[in-house]
């Protein structure tokens, strides 16, 4: 295969920019097999985090042609090698050394959130899709990719009022765990800022572990659409209902009551009427109404053996 044109960045907070490299590509090579090449033959004194190689310890996060990944999970035959590959430290984090970022404001955030506390007199005993449930949380690897394309932290730099995306995730863990006796909302609401989340997706198309995907798309209690195209298919509003928001405001939406079919099941609820540029979301009581669940595991719908009353 043909040598391969790598422009690395070096420096500090201070004082740096991309210095170029040629590395000679074998069949299989991924981004973190360069920046070896590099350190071995070219430029001992590069400095690169990394751990476990296997895409698990998540230490080897930085931007590749201006994304964020895991240098350990980027194959070289997937990137264009007609063209310099530029490999970056994350943009969100001060720049200890060339790809190495000082990345420790994440455990003071982690600091701040209350551990498991079972409740008084807990019987231990959980059903196997509440393990499963809490389990989708606990895949985070902290490569903190998510935390670096939030754009709450990557550009209005609100590090002081915001947790980000990582810790949410760990919250929601916690929240969910049907054993925990603790509340941690007010924390959400008053420190970590949960209200200057607007769902842009960044986390989603960012975790390596697709674990923000799992949130934002099964999150919703209600239905959603545009409310454009509910009128289009001739849905008015039947009537208006309180909701309380992620950041603890409440507002009032219209809603329409609809007759819904997927899966080859049908059921009746209610649809809220959203905003025009907001993404359909099939909430979970219209999945739960017909004995469908979703699989953690493999992040998918599933049928139960039968509906659960309690």
């Known amino acids: 295969m043909p040598d391969a044109t790598f422009k690395v960045f070096r420096g500090d907070i201070n004082n740096g920019g991309l210095v170029e490299y040629i590395v000679p590509i074998a069949p299989g090579m991924v981004v973190l097999d360069a920046l070896h090449y590099i350190q071995a033959h070219q430029a001992p004194d590069l ?8 895409g698990k310890c998540g230490s080897c996060s930085a931007e590749v042609n201006g994304h964020p990944r895991l240098t350990c999970k980027t194959r070289l035959d997937a990137l264009p090698l007609d063209e310099p590959i530029t490999v970056q430290p994350m943009k969100s984090f001060p720049v200890l050394k060339d790809l190495v970022t000082e ?10 959130i209350p551990p498991f506390t079972a409740k008084p007199n807990v019987e231990w ?10 389990q989708e949380f606990r895949k985070c690897i902290e490569c903190f990719l998510c935390q670096n394309v939030c754009h709450v932290l990557r550009d209005h730099d609100k590090k002081e009022q915001f947790g980000g995306p990582r810790f949410f995730v760990r919250i929601a863990g916690l929240e969910m765990h049907p054993l925990d006796g603790i509340s941690r909302t007010e924390l959400l609401k008053k420190e970590l800022g949960i209200g200057f989340c607007n769902i842009t997706k960044c986390c989603t198309e960012a975790c390596p572990e697709d674990i923000a995907d799992f949130l934002v798309d099964t999150g919703a209690t209600d239905s959603l659409a545009p409310s454009t195209e509910l009128r289009k298919i001739g849905i008015e509003p039947a009537g208006r209902t309180a909701y309380e928001l992620a950041n603890g405001r409440v507002e009032e939406y219209s809603f329409g009551l609809v007759e819904i079919s997927f899966m080859g099941e049908v059921t009746a609820g209610r649809v809220i009427f959203g905003p025009d540029e907001a993404e359909p979301i099939l909430g979970m009581t219209a999945l739960e109404s017909v004995g469908i669940t979703i699989d953690p595991a493999t992040r998918t719908l599933k049928r139960l053996p039968a509906i659960p009353l309690k």
């Open 103 to 112: 990345v420790s404001w994440n455990y003071r955030i982690n600091k701040k």
């Open 47 to 54: 400095a690169v985090r990394w751990n476990c190689k296997a």
């Open 125 to 134: 005993k959980m059903d196997q899709r509440e393990v499963d449930r809490v």
